[in-house]
């Protein structure tokens, strides 16, 4: 560029400024398909966050969170929160609106001895499932979208997914040691 002039310069300038632009619309609306958006889009646009979601939950019902899910609306931007707990021997699912923090519905039942026994199976893990989600989301760099504690062959776990842009990855953490297990990209429902 040393030897263009002014307004040639401002020309290159103005090219390149107006290339980025059209990159970021590519992308934004690459996320966006048939007015369907991802599931993972739609998490991160909803007004309520995550954790907003758990401590409404927790003020409806006080309880030990054992999951955290959202649910998109068809493909919309919507969708709700569903935030399950446990307290005295007795599951609470609080469905949340993901837009106003409205509690939609709250539903409960009695543990059977299988819940039971992953309940217990949770209660000695030595990590929690708010800091799961903290790890599964620093080593993804984006946010979480669905967490919850499992017991796979005979190992407990938290499952976790966490959306990265347009994409939703999921990860396995060792509910004993804190520790990244295993971590995927899962297929798109497009």
Known sequence: MKNLSTFSKSIVMAVAIAGAGTATIV???AAITNGQVSEAVAAVQSKIS???AIAIGNKT??????????DQNDYSAGGKYEIKTVASNTEYEIKIDANTGKVLSAKQEQLDKE??????AMKRAKVSLNQAMQTAAQSINGKVIEAEFDVDNGKSVYEIKVAKGNQVHKVVIDSMTGKVMNSWLEASDD
Do not use: H, I, R
């Open 61 to 70: 019902v006080k309880g030990d969170l054992v999951s955290v899910e959202f």
């Open 27 to 29: 992308a934004s609306q």
């Open 50 to 52: 995550l954790q907003q």
């Open 115 to 120: 819940d039971m026994a992953e309940y217990n």
